[in-house]
């Protein structure tokens, strides 16, 4: 069995500070996603990584993949409200994809 | 931007009861998914679908779900006879290749089904 585990799986900050959360798991992926779900909505993807020690970009949003393809984590810098959300990162390694349980941030303003 | 329509936003129905639920995947996309989450749970996969067949089912996919690509455009999951333990938000995702770009799949916002 492939899990996903994500934490913390809860993070309370104030605005303006920086995170970040991680993702990891015994097993290999070929690829790893970041997703954001809002409350009774479908995830939306933030970023896929594939190749391992990986860093990519999203405004304030880093993202990187492990030399091994084994963990990921996202690194948030300046967290502003509208970061607040559930963070979830799944893993690939044919097509379906292995979530794990995510990441709730809150960011106070 | 292209996205995944799902209908209808939210079913409810009676347990015993067949329900269909319908999504629009992403026009140029080739492989088609259904995932579906149990309320505080995982998002869990149940199936995988390229060209007019399933690639990849999950253990909960048994013989009470069924899928179906009836036309050029709806991909639809079928559950026969509903159980109390169905009851989740179910999501329809699609992607454009197996390779590369597969593990690139983009979800629909989802359709909540209570059995009651």
């Known amino acids: 069995t492939q899990l996903l585990e994500q934490s913390p799986q809860f993070l309370s900050i104030q605005e303006g500070e920086n995170l970040t959360v991680y993702c990891n798991s015994s097993s290999v992926f070929s690829s790893l996603q970041w997703y954001r779900q809002e409350p009774g909505e479908g995830p939306v993807l933030l970023v896929t990584?594939?190749?391992?020690?990986e860093v990519k970009k999203l405004k304030r949003l880093t993202f990187q993949f492990g030399d091994a393809r084994k963990d990921s984590s996202l690194h948030i810098t300046a967290a502003q409200p509208g970061d607040t959300g559930l963070y979830l990162c799944a893993g690939a390694r044919n097509t379906p994809l292995v979530f794990g349980k995510g990441t709730r941030l809150s960011v106070i303003a | 931007e292209p996205e995944v329509t799902q209908t209808p936003s939210h079913q409810v129905t009676q347990m015993g009861q067949e329900v269909i639920l319908r999504c629009v995947p992403i026009s140029n996309h080739l492989y088609f998914y259904w995932y579906r989450q149990i309320l505080g749970q995982k998002v869990e996969f149940l199936v995988s679908?390229?060209?007019?067949?399933?690639?990849?089912k999950s253990e909960i996919f048994d013989d009470q779900f069924s899928v179906e690509r009836p036309d050029g455009s709806n991909f639809t999951l079928k559950i026969r006879s509903t159980k109390l333990e169905d009851s989740a938000m179910y999501f329809c995702?699609?992607?454009?290749?197996?390779?590369?770009?597969?593990?690139?799949?983009?979800f629909g916002p989802g359709t909540r089904l209570t059995v009651t």
């Open positions: 679908f390229y060209n007019n067949e399933i690639s990849e």
């Open positions: 995702a699609s992607s454009e290749l197996v390779t590369g770009k597969a593990y690139e799949q983009y």
């Open positions: 990584v594939v190749t391992g020690g």
